[in-house]
Structure formats: C-alpha cells, structure tokens
C-alpha cells in the first residue's frame, strides 16, 4: 500500500449515534466505495477532507466499520480538531482516503472468540461481526464510558452474546477488570481466541490476564499515526523481541504476547 492508492471519495451520509446529550460525540461516516479489491475486519484507511488543504496537514487513521462495495462506514468519536471538522462535513463534500490499511484480526469461523472492546474500540467488531460466517461463535464484551445508545452495541448484540459494563464510578473500573479476567480465563481454558481493540490501559489489561492464562490473544493499536504507510515512522511500537516496527503496516492487530505496550 501507498499513497498511490489515495482515492479522493464522496461523501454519502454524516449520522449522529445515539439520543443523550453526548450524541454530538458520536457520529456514522459513509463514504463512497473506492476501487477496492477487498478489505477485512481489523484493518483501517487514513481520511483527510480535500477542504482542510494547509490547515491540518495529517489524515486522521479509523477503523474500517463496515463496507458493502457501495459504501465504506466508518464509526467514529469526536475527540479533537481534526474529527470535530469530519463531523462537520456534508453529503457531496470529498475526502482522501488512503486504505484499505494495516493487517487484520484473525478469524478462525469454528473456534469459540471472544471480542472485548473498550468504548470506540468496538468500531471494527462490527465488520468482524458481520462478516464472520459463524456469529453464533462469538461473544462481545463492551467496557464505555458514554451512554450505551452512543455505540453500535445493540446491533450487535442482536447477532452475538453481548455483555457490557459501563464506567461511571471507582468500583465500576473493578467491575471491568474482574469481567475480562473472568472471560479470557475461561477462553484460554477452551482454546478460544481473544481479540481486543481499545485506549491502552484497555489492552495492556488484556495483555496482563493473556500472559498470565496464556490465552491466544490479539490487541489492536491506536497509536497516533501520520501516513499509514510506514514511511513517517511517528507510529513506532516494539514487537516482543524489542525491535521497532510501525503499528500502520506491521500491525495495527499484534498477538498480545509478540508486542510492548
Ligand atoms: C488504527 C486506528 C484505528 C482507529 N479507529 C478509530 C475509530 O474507528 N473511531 C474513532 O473514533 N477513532 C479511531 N481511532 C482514533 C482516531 O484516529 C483519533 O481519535 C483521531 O485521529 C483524533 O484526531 P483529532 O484531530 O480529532 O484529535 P487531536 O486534536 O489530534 O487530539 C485530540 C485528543 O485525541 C487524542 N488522540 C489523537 N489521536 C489519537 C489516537 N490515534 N488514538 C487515541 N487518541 C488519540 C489526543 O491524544 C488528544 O487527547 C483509530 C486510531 C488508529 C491508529
Ligand atoms: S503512520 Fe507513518 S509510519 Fe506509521
């Protein structure tokens, strides 16, 4: 992947998620289907509307949501300058899009899999969700902070066990970390296989119970990025054996033991 295959696509719909009062923070991005050949679950593109020209230099990396060959949707929390203006686009409006980028989550249809996501995390679990040819075989498990109505949970939980915890005080955190030490425990007892997507403190909590049940684990990153395509360098982690790769083509999903987080 390069920039070469930056496509400049159409805007097709803009969606506020959810009722509350954090409804703003939240929002669906439909984008025109480029030329792809295929995509899968876990990877991401790189976005940046044509109407920033010098006034944010850098595309801004989001996980691929789902895509149909008609459209690409992309699920996504308003959290700074760059997603406030994404907000603010309208149909029609035209966006780089670099992708699809970065390796995928493992999918193995017959083995039991459980996905944890922490808060915006979930966004590539529907992909997975809706592309795995044996749904009855998964579980999801969603720790958010915001109001549930604000995250895709229901649709998937419709499809899949769904089980969530929200985070409003102290004792709810343990709640948390109680759960997915509970879960991951009982996947690695039955040789099932975890995947995670979340804020760091989430995943270095999955690494931690993965190592100590030694559990098959995968986490996905969201280090900051700049190209997302390995050239800047500004995505830097260090595998397992301490060496540095970039997380936009050598991951962004690493086996939890074969990564530093
Ligand atoms: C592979 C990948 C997939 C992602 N998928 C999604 C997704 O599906 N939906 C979604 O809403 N977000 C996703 N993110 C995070 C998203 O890219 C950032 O939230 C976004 O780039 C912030 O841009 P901004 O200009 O609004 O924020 P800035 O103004 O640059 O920063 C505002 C705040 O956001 C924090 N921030 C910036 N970049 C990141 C980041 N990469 N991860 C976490 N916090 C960040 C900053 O530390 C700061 O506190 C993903 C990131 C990666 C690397
Ligand atoms: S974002 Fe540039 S090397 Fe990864």
């Known amino acids: 992947m390069s920039l070469r295959n930056c496509r400049n696509v159409k805007v097709l719909e803009v969606s506020p998620v959810g009722q509350s009062k954090a409804a703003g923070e939240f929002f669906e991005l439909k984008l025109e289907y480029p030329d792809w050949d295929g995509w899968k679950p876990g990877q991401f593109v790189m976005i940046r509307p044509v109407d920033w020209e010098l006034d ?78 044996h749904p009855e075989n998964l579980q999801l498990f969603l720790a958010h902070r915001m109001p549930l109505e604000c995250y895709p949970f229901e649709t998937l939980s419709d499809k899949v066990e769904g089980q969530c915890i929200i985070e409003e005080k102290p004792e709810d955190l343990d709640a948390i970390i109680n759960t997915m030490k509970g879960l991951i425990q009982e996947y690695a007892e039955k040789g099932g296989l975890i995947l995670s997507c979340g804020p760091t403190p989430f995943m270095k909590t999955v690494q931690r119970f993965a190592n100590e049940f030694d559990a098959r684990a995968q ?9 997302g395509v390995g050239a800047c360098l500004g995505c830097v982690t260090k595998d397992g054996e301490g060496h540095h790769v970039q997380v936009c083509t050598k991951g962004p999903v690493f086996w939890a033991d074969k990564v530093e987080l």
């Open 56 to 133: 944010l230099l850098w595309g801004r990396p989001f996980s691929i949501c789902s895509a149909d060959g008609e459209s690409v949707t992309l699920f996504i929390q308003n959290v700074g300058r760059g997603t406030s203006r994404i907000a603010q686009l309208q149909p029609g409006d035209m966006v780089a899009m670099w992708g699809p980028l970065g390796n995928s989550f493992a999918m193995e249809p017959e083995t039991p899999t459980l996905l944890l996501a922490g808060g915006i995390g979930i966004a590539p679990f529907r992909g997975y969700v809706e592309s795995h040819p």
């Open 219 to 227: 986490v996905s990153l969201e280090n900051r990025m700049a190209c």
